[in-house]
Each structure stands twice: as C-alpha cells, then as structure tokens.
C-alpha cells in the first residue's frame, strides 16, 4: 500500500458545525502533515506529527485541531470555521520527517458557509 | 526572509521541451523538490536535487546549482497529460519545506 487516504473527498459545512477531517497511510511513515491550499497557492503548512507527538504548529488558529491516535492514523478536528478557512486541506506522510521526501493524500476540499 | 520564485505560467506546445526555472533564497538548504499538481489534486513528487548536476528520470529532470540558488525542471516530448502546476520546493535549515507558488503549465496541441 504506497497512497495516503482521506476522507471524505469533499465537506461542506456552516460555522457552527464541528466536523473531522480523516487521513490514513499504511507506508509505515512516522511523520504526518497537515497542509492547507487556496486556490492557485501553494501548501501552507499547519502541522507536523513525529512519531505520533506534535512537533510544529504553524501558528494556526485554535479552531482546527489535530489529532494522531495512531502511527498511521491523522485527523483533523474542525469548529466554529469561518468562510475564509475554505480551501483544500492536504495530508502528507514521510519516512521519518523532513528529511524524506513527503507523500500526499487527495485532499478534502472543504466549503464553509 | 525566505523567498522562492518561478514564473507564473508558462505555455508551450505538444511534442516540444520545457524549461521551468526557480531560484531560491532561503535560511540554509537541505535539498531542493519539484512536484506536479493537476487542477484540484494533491501534489506528486517528481524530483529532488540536494548536490549540484543534473538529475534525470525519463521525460523529466532537473538541475540545480547551489552556488546560484538555482534549479530548473526540464519537460521533454511534452504530452497534454503534462498540463499542470509545478511546484518548487527548498527545505531550510530546520528541515522546513518552503514553496514556491508554483507555475502553471499549459500544452497547446
């Protein structure tokens, strides 16, 4: 198995909902990513999980929130977002961490009203 | 600050060769990727330099030249399929990936 998942493919959702954004890699990769992408833009990072604990935090707002249950499992918990935060929100997994090169799920493009 | 530019868009025609160039400015270098991203999808890795020449996998390679913070990723025998957005990528000191905004490629038959 050599992909990254995500689910679900897309979310559309208003400001007061609370949704979760799944990502899922079974390449035995022990660092995983969360990227945010606006239209025409490049991957913003958000976060980084090494081995399971958090190691960078972009600076994001307290509205998302990660999650790493396991080493192959990454969600992303979502509350009270705003219309800006619309965008493709991307997963990526590496080997062991920045030095490998990173592999990147579909994406989930999430729409809030 | 950290900084990395490529040109917007570019246009070139089926069956020809491309040159996609990026230059860089970063706190440190530990290497340097290009990845390729259709419309509305996740990004695909193509390639990583981290020493100085020429890298080549079949239709694509890249160059880079740390002394020039200086990388291009060259398209050969251009196909439709090859329409598409191509990021630049450095990694820092801290082993951070910074972005380029990528350029997007079109193919005219």
């Known amino acids: 198995d050599t992909e990254v998942t995500q689910t679900p493919k897309h979310l559309v959702m208003g400001m007061t909902n609370k949704k979760s954004l799944k990502c899922e890699q079974h390449m035995g990769h022990r660092a995983m990513y969360w990227y945010k992408q606006k239209a025409k833009k490049p991957p913003e990072l958000m976060f980084v999980?090494?081995?399971?604990?958090?190691?960078i935090n972009e600076s994001v707002p307290s509205r998302f929130s990660p999650e790493c249950p396991n080493s192959s499992l990454l969600n992303l918990h979502l509350h009270a977002l705003q219309p800006e935060d619309s965008a493709l929100y991307l997963c990526?997994?590496?080997?062991?961490?920045?030095?490998?090169?990173?592999?990147f799920g579909p994406g989930t493009r999430l729409t809030v009203l | 600050g950290q900084n990395i530019d490529q040109p917007t868009e570019m246009t070139a025609t089926e069956g020809a060769i491309v040159q996609i160039n990026c230059t860089y400015q970063t706190s440190g270098f530990n290497g340097l990727f290009w990845y390729q991203q259709h419309a509305g999808e996740a990004p695909t890795f193509l390639s990583y330099n981290v020493l100085d020449g020429l890298e080549e996998k079949g239709r694509f390679s890249s160059f880079l030249s740390r002394s020039k913070g200086y990388s291009y990723l060259l398209l050969k025998e251009l196909q439709m399929k090859d329409s598409a957005s191509y990021l630049c990528a450095v990694r820092d000191s801290n082993y951070q990936l910074i972005w380029g905004a990528g350029t997007k490629l079109i193919i005219k038959p």
């Open positions: 999980y090494s081995y399971e604990k958090l190691s």
């Open positions: 990526a997994s590496s080997h062991e961490g920045a030095a490998d090169e990173q592999f």
